[in-house]
């Protein structure tokens, strides 16, 4: 009895599993089989999980920031926008987009879940030592100083118009 097993990346960035047995099979080889498969299979589960995971967390910090976001166009300071993300996060754009950009950041403690920093044009929102792990090294958002927009990337950031 043999059995080839062969674990192979599609041409779609997927991993697909083969299994080639052949008729006469022995029961260690059976069980050998199944357990790699096993494996195999609780493997991919964990990094799908754990992506997807990230990938949600991405996705709620950039609806709590956007959700935070209060702009307002004024008389002396054109518009300013505002994001308060409970007692973690305050800090506030003033002329947004104009020539006088002033970015105040009233409250931002990187012992804190989540805290901001400026970043080549952006205002970034990153997570601080109080944030629970399971987050990625791109996690968090960006916020222009062209247009007080959050964006999920530096670059959609810094092509912000």
């Not at 589960?45 to 990938?55: D, G, P």
């Not at 931002?108 to 989540?114: A, G, R």
Request: charged letters at 15%; hydrophobic letters at 40%.
């Amino acid at each position: 009895m043999s059995s080839n097993m062969a674990l192979n990346l599609t041409p779609f960035g997927h991993w697909a599993l083969s299994l080639k047995v052949s008729h006469h099979r022995s029961r260690h080889a059976d069980h050998l089989a199944s357990l790699i498969f096993r494996s195999v299979t609780i493997i991919t589960a964990a990094l799908f999980c754990c992506t997807a995971n990230a990938q949600s967390l991405q996705e709620k910090l950039f609806q709590r920031v956007t959700s935070a976001a209060d702009s307002k166009q004024t008389i002396n300071n054109g518009v300013v926008c505002e994001y308060t993300i409970g007692k973690t996060l305050s800090l506030s754009i003033k002329d947004v987009g104009g020539n006088d950009t002033v970015i105040g950041f009233a409250y931002s403690n990187i012992n804190e879940e989540l805290y901001a920093v400026l970043y080549f044009g952006c205002v970034v929102v990153v997570p601080g030592r109080a944030h629970p792990p399971g987050y990625d090294r791109n996690y968090g958002v960006h916020i222009s100083t062209k247009n007080g927009l959050v964006y999920k990337t530096h670059d959609e950031c810094l092509s912000a118009k």
